[in-house]
């Protein structure tokens, strides 16, 4: 059972930048590694992932060019750079491993999931 713990979350303006950190309790090389958020009111939706070995990036449409994933597999932790943040990218972002994750995001993918961290941003 690995255990995920996301920080980093915060409320900022319109405009700036968040860096959120997932670490994992164990090993991640061996799996795909995503982000989704759930905003009030809404489901919850894919944001970005990264694949093992971090060889493939995919995002959804709203926050293409201005998010970027990566992983360091030595630390056991996925990151979501977020830069230009709108309101509308006021959620909680949850991170989550899956074994065989794929570009389309499915929730069904993955394995294990954080408790999330609320990020909040102001006009």
């Known amino acids: 059972q690995v255990q995920l713990v996301e920080s980093g979350g915060g409320l900022v303006q319109a405009g700036a930048s968040l860096r959120l950190s997932c670490t994992a309790s164990g090993d991640i090389t061996a799996y795909g590694a995503g982000w989704f958020r759930q905003a009030p009111g809404k489901q919850r939706e894919f944001v970005a992932n990264i694949k093992r070995g971090g060889g493939g990036r995919y995002y959804t449409h709203p926050v293409r060019g201005r998010f970027f994933v990566s992983r360091d597999d030595a630390l056991n932790t996925v990151y979501l750079q977020m830069n230009d943040l709108m309101p509308e990218d006021t959620a909680i972002y949850y991170c989550?491993?899956?074994?065989?994750?794929?570009?389309?995001?499915?929730?069904?993918?993955?394995?294990?999931w954080g408790q999330g961290t609320q990020v909040t941003v102001s006009s």
């Open positions: 989550a491993l899956g074994s065989q994750t794929t570009p389309y995001g499915f929730e069904s993918e993955y394995d294990y």
